[in-house]
C-alpha cells in the first residue's frame, strides 16, 4: 500500500494484487490489445503551459488520465511523462526570486 504497510487481502489468481488493489492499478480486467487500440483517440492531449510546479502537476495527472483511460498510447504517454521530467528539473535549476 501507499503507506507502506502490506495489504492483507489473498491476491487474484495469476495477479500481483488483491481484488481492491488489482481494480486500482487497472489490472482486474485488461482489455485485449485491439480494443485498446480502438479507444486511442487521434485528438491530442492538451496540456497546459509548462512555467510552474502547479502546471507540472496538473499536466502529469492528465497524461496519468488519459493513459489509464486508453486515449493516449504508452508510447507517447512516456515520451510526455519525460517532457515533464525534464521541466521539473528546470524548475529546479531557476533562482526562485526576480
Same mark, same amino acid.
Given at each position: ?6 495489504? !492483507? %487481502?489473498?491476491? +487474484?489468481? =495469476? ?5 481492491? !488493489? %488489482?481494480?486500482? !492499478?487497472? +489490472?482486474?480486467?485488461?482489455?485485449? $490489445?485491439? &480494443? ?11 496540456? $497546459? ?18 493513459? &489509464?483511460? %486508453? ?6 504517454? =512516456?515520451?510526455?511523462?519525460?517532457? #515533464? ?9 531557476? $533562482?526562485?526570486? #526576480?
Amino acid at each position: 500500500m501507499t503507506n507502506g504497510r502490506k495489504c !492483507h %487481502a489473498p491476491a +487474484l489468481r =495469476g495477479k500481483p494484487y488483491c481484488y481492491f !488493489h %488489482a481494480r486500482l !492499478h487497472g +489490472l482486474a480486467v485488461v482489455p485485449s $490489445p485491439t &480494443r485498446a487500440r480502438a479507444r486511442i483517440s487521434d485528438k491530442p492531449v492538451q496540456l $497546459p503551459l509548462l512555467e510552474d510546479r502547479n502546471s507540472i502537476r496538473i499536466a502529469l495527472a492528465q497524461v496519468s488520465d488519459a493513459l &489509464r483511460s %486508453a486515449q493516449l498510447d504508452p508510447r507517447r504517454a =512516456g515520451l510526455m511523462l519525460y517532457a #515533464l521530467q525534464i521541466a521539473s528539473q528546470n524548475l529546479e535549476r531557476e $533562482p526562485t526570486s #526576480l
